[in-house]
């Protein structure tokens, strides 16, 4: 019973990732309903795959608080939107350590090539307008890698 409610939540998480990323090319935003969603069912996903609250769920936040801190400052600097921010924040809610350092190898491979379509593409419509990267679409892709890794990997 458990493992079909953490893979319900699993499904609930990959669909919000892919409505963000349809939001995010469509209107370069990402809603904080969104964002809220994913951080707010990190919490039954934490209890349904047995993480104990000391120290397991504090490592999350932490882990999360960090990568806000992280492109908070790229925010800053304006590299990063602010929903990407919260975004990827609130998707590090769900993953252990390592699975955020491949989430966030995968997205700046994925976001670099975005980048780079995004700036052809520009170039070729010779648009006056300053280009925006739906960055939404390569943390979407980031963490679907990462979701899909156990289930791709399973022989290893």
Known sequence: MQGD??????GALAIMLLIAA????RTREISNWLNG?????AIPFWWSVG??????????IGIAAVIFLIFAGLFYLGAMGGG????????ALW?????VLNLLVI??????????V???????????????????VAIAFGGFWVLAEPFLNHFV
């Open 22 to 25: 349809i939001g995010d090319l």
């Open 95 to 99: 993953l252990p350590a390592g699975a």
């Open 118 to 136: 995004m700036l052809i593409r520009h170039r070729m419509k010779k648009s006056g307008e300053q280009l925006e990267i739906p960055y939404g």
């Open 5 to 10: 409610f953490t893979a319900f939540l699993i």
């Open 51 to 60: 993480l104990s609250f000391w120290p397991d769920m504090a490592i999350q």
């Open 107 to 116: 997205m700046s491979i994925g976001g670099g090539v975005l980048t780079l």
């Open 37 to 41: 969603a994913i951080a707010l069912l």
């Open 84 to 91: 990407d921010v919260k975004m990827v924040a609130a998707l």
